[in-house]
């Protein structure tokens, strides 16, 4: 759900940055040829992600959650020559179209893509992080939090999409809603962590920004 009326949506998107034309593509080839395209982060998300990486020139981005490889272009586009982005999906058949606009985009070789299950490859990075883009199962948030929390540097951001779930967090969440529950642990979690200090976006689905002390 977005939470927007959606003129203001538009009105914001027509007033942001204008998407680039490879992102304006894989949107496209996204919509017409893979299953559940409101994935992507979109236009408006995808420019502030590219914004807020562009501030930090991030030398090691890890991203849970690639699906077709929307935000990982979009956070790529901050990466200074020297910088990496990991991004970790589970899903084997996304690989082709993720691969080919990693290579379009120039930045291929800046971006290294894990398949498997996030909550086994994570332990297994050995290095620290800059920024962290979390946006893959629900039901895994305070999993990531616990695996990310240590391997993110001190001054690093943890950006968090989907926190509002359709607003549903804000209601008492039925016994067997498990994504829902867990996502509201995660957002109360987030914000009394001694270890962040967060602010959460009402943009798109929710989206929460935590920068690590
Ligand atoms: C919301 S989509 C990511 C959208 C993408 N970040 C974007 O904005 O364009 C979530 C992705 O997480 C992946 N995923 C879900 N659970 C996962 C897990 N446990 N480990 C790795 N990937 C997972 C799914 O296959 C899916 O492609």
């Known amino acids: ?12 998107e027509q007033h942001t940055q204008e998407e680039p034309q490879l992102l304006k593509e894989l949107n496209l080839e996204t919509w017409q040829t893979v299953l559940a395209p409101r ?40 990466l200074p020559k020297d910088g990496v982005l990991h991004t970790i999906d589970r899903n084997p058949e996304l690989r082709r179209l993720q ?3 990693f290579d379009r985009s120039g930045k291929g070789h800046q971006i290294v893509t894990h398949l498997g299950d996030a909550v086994e490859i994570i332990p297994g990075l050995d290095q620290k992080f800059d920024l962290v883009f979390i946006d893959a199962d629900k039901s895994n948030y305070l999993n990531y939090l616990t695996l990310v929390t240590p391997i993110l540097r001190s001054g690093g951001l943890l950006i968090s999409d ?3 779930w359709s607003g549903k967090v804000t209601q008492k969440a039925p016994t067997d809603d498990l994504d ?16 962040y200090q967060t602010v959460l976006l009402p943009i798109r689905d929710g989206l929460s920004v935590a920068r690590k002390r």
Do not use: W
């Open 39 to 78: 994935m992507l982060s979109g236009p408006l998300q995808g420019r502030l992600l590219s914004l807020i990486a562009q501030l930090m020139a991030p030398k090691a981005i890890l991203e849970i959650g690639t699906y077709t490889g929307y935000s990982a272009l979009c956070l790529a586009e901050g």
């Open 1 to 12: 759900m977005d939470f927007l009326p959606q003129e203001i949506e538009q009105y914001a």
């Open 180 to 195: 829902t529950q867990v996502l509201q642990e995660f957002n109360q979690k987030l914000k009394t962590h001694p270890e």
């Open 162 to 164: 989907n926190v509002l």
């Open 99 to 101: 691969q080919k606009y």
